[in-house]
């Protein structure tokens, strides 16, 4: 019996076979599974799960579907609010949002959200037929226009809730693919390409135009949209300059940003035979940084071939900021961590490619802005770590291009756009920003909450901009 | 108004109105070709110094290649690039009549053209098409302009008229003395700097003729000017694969460039970067001529 029993666990790959191929990691719950799950749900009256979710997602609601079997309108449901489940189910920080305030948790595990979230959303892309036929809220919003630039969570969101009011939405990409950070950062193990392009289909199935290989900013700008036709454009343009340690000797080859690393091998494929781009199988690989895109850097070098993978991270266990499910996938797969260690410098061999790190030991001080514990290091501590491949994965500033060429736009002083955090929009009448443009890096579904204000907002001001 | 000008209304962009088709095709030399391809857009922004990015489809790489020319009434931009790895290769296959997958631009820095006195522009090879616009623009704002084309034989001298028709005055050199002065274009530009007040140089080519070049107008403190071609990836500034030290700092050839300082660039480490994939790109280089890719 489900009602107050374990939460069901996540089957995955074996780590020895997952680190050696690009399937995903995680396989999703089966049919008994999600219904027994599902039944751990009390249903409770104030429902803290959906006040945990940036886009407010009606958990009690889609999970009593479950309950009765019908998974296509338990998927329906997310929809409402969520335009892309399968995505969030697989990566959102379930942990510190819906699951974080269910009142299972005080006690004991919470209800399973976003594996529930997932299995629906895979169940209803699954089930081609039963696709519900679209019809937008109110056609005659079609005549106004909306540019959306960038195709990243954030952008598909804004897209979506537009296009399903009734309004007609274009998106503009720079890449050759649709996607953004969920195709470029994201790696196929942990969330497949298969399930990024069923979820771009449902919001084309929507009426939305995507066009990709142009660059907003470069081929034309900002304003350019506004003054040819665009009632409205929301600029979702991502993190997207990568943070280097701006140490001695990081120009030698084989030193790789974490943006480079990943977008050669998700996005360009670089592992693969029938894929142009190139990339050295590597032999030893040191990762530098702790957070998330650290962890998938080393789970991707694994994957195309490395012999060893070694986390370098200056402050301890405690202080990585990486969720805790991929730290726990990465050290089962076979990546080493050494901590309380930083780099000095990198070392090249005569061809100038990189083959050793001199570190420093670091030990910890008094807290820093960050609450964290600030690193220090150890005098006479020096290193060497020998290596053949560096991925620096340090995070990465807000793209500067729409900043650099729309005249007049206000901006922090470290990049991000500013915005009115009610309506989304920026101090350009007609220009909304949201997602990690305006954050700097965060979170896929943080992306998708600011998505969700921005479409609301857009909504709001075309409205009252011709008195609807 | 051209048809193309109001399909490129950004307001009815379509999939279809923005394919990039080859109007014309041009084999420059054996081994440089020219395409000329619809892309309004990019046609009507870029300027010279700037690059596009050529993806051919699924499989393909994201190869930079320099804009050479743009016409804005047409609607098209012309690319000129060497046949040298499988990728070019592949492009080279491409007639008039057949639609590239993806071009993206136009990306970097446009060449910062003022009017300083007088401006020598050296194009060494390929680079060549990229020296091209910017002689072109250097003459339109007012300087005196000397072009020097350089060329390992006569067979690989590119766009001459091109080069001459905008300059004061023009010098073609060879390596092997089969046409034009015999030598390097260092020795032109070393006779210039001697017998003449430059302000400024502009060069664009192989590594070793950029770095050349700046030894040669060091000691003549004439500001020197060289677009880089570093590798790149996503051309965006997205992933750093471009980065080269200039002035000691890291800087992103594809957004911070592709012109620079030459005096300040780190010319070996550059060159030890380009040579990293060297196996790989030869391998699948092998692979293309063999007819067994994909």
């Known amino acids: ?468 | 108004m051209n048809t193309h000008c109001e399909n490129c209304n950004l307001a009815n962009l379509t999939p279809d109105s923005l394919r990039n088709v080859i109007v014309a095709k041009e084999e420059l030399s054996p081994v440089l070709t020219s395409l000329e391809i619809s892309a309004p857009l990019i046609a009507r922004s870029a300027k010279a110094g700037q690059f596009v990015i050529v993806y051919m489809g699924e499989g393909g790489e994201r190869i930079p290649l320099t804009v050479s020319d743009s016409d804005p009434e047409k609607g098209t931009v012309t690319i000129i690039f060497q046949k040298v790895g499988k990728s070019t290769l592949e492009l080279g296959t491409y007639n008039v009549g057949d639609v590239i997958e993806g071009i993206v631009g136009p990306l970097g820095k446009p060449t910062d053209v003022e009017k300083v006195g007088t401006v020598v522009v050296i194009g060494g090879g390929v680079g060549t098409a990229i020296a091209m616009p910017v002689a072109k623009a250097f003459a339109a704002s007012g300087n005196k302009l000397i072009t020097i084309l350089g060329a390992r034989s006569k067979d690989l001298v590119i766009l001459e008229d091109k080069m001459r028709e905008p300059a004061d005055e023009f010098y073609v050199t060879t390596d092997d003395g089969s046409y034009g002065r015999k030598g390097l274009v260092t020795d032109q530009l070393k006779d210039l700097l001697d017998s003449q007040k430059i302000d400024l140089v502009f060069a664009v080519g192989p590594l070793p003729m950029m770095k050349f070049v700046c030894k040669t107008t060091k000691p003549y403190n004439v500001p020197t000017i060289v677009s880089l071609d570093a590798l790149m990836i996503d051309g965006t500034g997205m992933c750093g694969g471009c980065r080269v030290t200039v002035g000691g700092k890291p800087m992103f050839t594809c957004v911070d460039g592709p012109d620079f300082d030459g005096q300040e660039v780190d010319w070996d480490e550059l060159a030890l970067r380009k040579r990293y994939y060297f196996e790989e790109e030869k391998e699948a280089k092998e692979k293309f001529l063999a007819g067994g890719n994909k």
């Open chain 1, 1 to 468: 019996m489900a009602k107050g029993g374990p939460r069901n666990p996540m089957p995955h790959q074996d780590p020895k076979v997952r680190a050696t191929n690009f399937e995903e990691v995680a396989m999703g719950y089966t049919e008994a599974m999600a219904l027994d799950e599902a039944q751990r749900c009390l249903g409770c009256k104030a429902h803290p799960c959906v006040k945990g979710c940036p886009v407010n997602v009606h958990i009690p609601d889609f999970i009593a579907k479950i309950k009765d079997g019908d998974y296509i309108g338990a998927s329906e449901e997310i929809k409402l609010t969520n335009a892309l489940p399968s995505v969030c189910g697989r990566v959102c920080p379930q942990e510190n949002q819906c699951e974080k305030h269910c009142i299972l948790g005080i006690k004991g595990e919470p209800v399973a959200i976003g594996r529930l979230e997932r299995f629906v959303a895979d169940y209803q892309a699954a089930s081609e037929k039963e696709k519900p036929e679209f019809k937008p809220l109110d056609a005659s919003l079609a005549k106004y226009k909306v540019a959306v630039v960038g195709t990243g969570p954030s952008g598909l969101t804004v897209a979506a809730d537009l296009a399903k009011l009734g309004y007609s939405v274009t998106m503009f990409e720079a890449l050759h693919k649709i996607g953004g950070v969920l195709r470029y950062g994201i790696p196929e193990f942990r969330l497949p390409r298969t399930v990024l392009d069923a979820e771009i289909d449902y919001v084309k199935s929507l009426g939305v135009t995507i066009l990709p290989n142009i660059i907003v900013g470069r081929t034309f700008k900002v304003k350019d949209l506004l003054e040819q036709g665009y009632d409205a454009v929301f600029v979702g343009s991502g993190a997207g300059a990568p943070k280097m340690m701006k140490i001695p000797g990081e120009g030698a080859a084989g030193i790789y940003s974490g943006n480079e690393w990943l977008t050669r091998i998700n996005l360009m494929r670089a592992y693969s035979d029938d894929y142009d781009t190139p990339i050295r199988k590597p032999k030893k690989v040191c990762v530098i940084g702790a957070g998330n895109t650290a962890m998938d850097c080393t789970r991707t070098a694994l994957r195309v071939g490395a012999e060893s993978v070694t986390i370098v991270y200056r402050r301890g266990r405690e202080e990585m900021p990486a969720r805790a499910e991929e730290i726990e996938n990465a050290e089962e797969e076979g990546v080493v961590f050494k901590l309380l260690t930083n780099p000095k410098r990198f070392i090249a061999d005569e061809d100038g490619a990189v083959c050793a790190m001199e570190c420093l030991k670091m030990e910890l001080g008094e807290p820093d802005d960050s609450g964290r514990r600030r690193p220090v290091p150890v005098e006479g501590s020096e290193f060497n770590i020998e290596c053949d491949t560096v991925i620096v994965a340090l995070g990465q500033n807000p793209n500067p291009l729409i900043r650099t060429t729309t005249e007049g736009l206000e901006c922090q002083s470290w990049g991000g756009i500013i915005i009115d955090e009610e309506t989304g929009m920026t101090n350009i009448p007609g220009l909304f920003a949201g997602g990690d443009a305006v954050t700097g890096e965060a979170t896929v579904i943080l992306a998708m909450g600011a998505g969700k204000v921005a479409a609301k907002g857009i909504d709001n001001y075309i409205k009252s901009k011709y008195n609807l």
